[in-house]
């Protein structure tokens, strides 16, 4: 099932008496050569973003500040899982629907992206989403 291939990922810290860091290196910290990145701060707590779901890119999340929650659906199951911690990111594999919501005034949520943006590639509409799951289910690709 495809939503089991999301993983939790524990980065490691390089600490010392200066204070902390993580180093994320594409196919090594996250499972994928990380080719864009983006980061969405400022959120109000209201809102919803992602809703979509995306063809050809997997994504690695990580709250580097504050928190927020992701809730992830293949159309029929779903998880939540909630980014608190800057140790801790979550992997979404291509052709998951995604929700992030639950934003702390202060998050700063960092998304790490197997490709480079291209609009096309999004499903925004989550009745579409669904249907072309039970398709792919379907025809066993799932
Ligand atoms: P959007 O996909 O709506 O953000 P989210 O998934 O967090 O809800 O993107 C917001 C805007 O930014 C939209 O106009 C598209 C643009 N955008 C880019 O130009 N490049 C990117 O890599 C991303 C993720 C978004």
């Not at 994928?32 to 990145?37: A, E, G, Q, T, V």
């Not at 939540?80 to 919501?101: A, E, F, H």
């Not at 960092?110 to 249907?131: G, K, P, Q």
Request: with cysteine.
């Amino acid at each position: 099932m495809l939503i089991e291939k999301c993983m939790h990922i524990n980065f490691r810290v390089n600490g010392d008496a200066r204070g902390s860091m993580i180093v994320v290196e594409g196919e090594q910290a996250v499972p994928f050569d990380i080719k864009r990145l983006f980061y969405i701060y400022g959120t109000d707590p209201t809102v919803v973003r992602g809703k979509h779901a995306n063809r050809k890119s997997d994504f690695v999340m990580v709250c580097v500040h504050g928190s927020c929650k992701v809730k992830i659906t293949d159309g029929t199951n779903e998880i939540v899982v909630s980014l608190d911690d800057p140790t801790k990111g979550v992997y979404i594999p291509r052709m998951l629907w995604k929700d992030m919501y639950n934003f702390s005034e202060d998050a700063v949520l960092l998304v790490m992206a197997s490709t480079h943006y291209n609009s096309t590639e999004y499903i925004r509409d989550f009745d579409a989403y669904c249907e072309e799951m039970r398709m792919l289910n379907g025809a066993g690709q799932n």
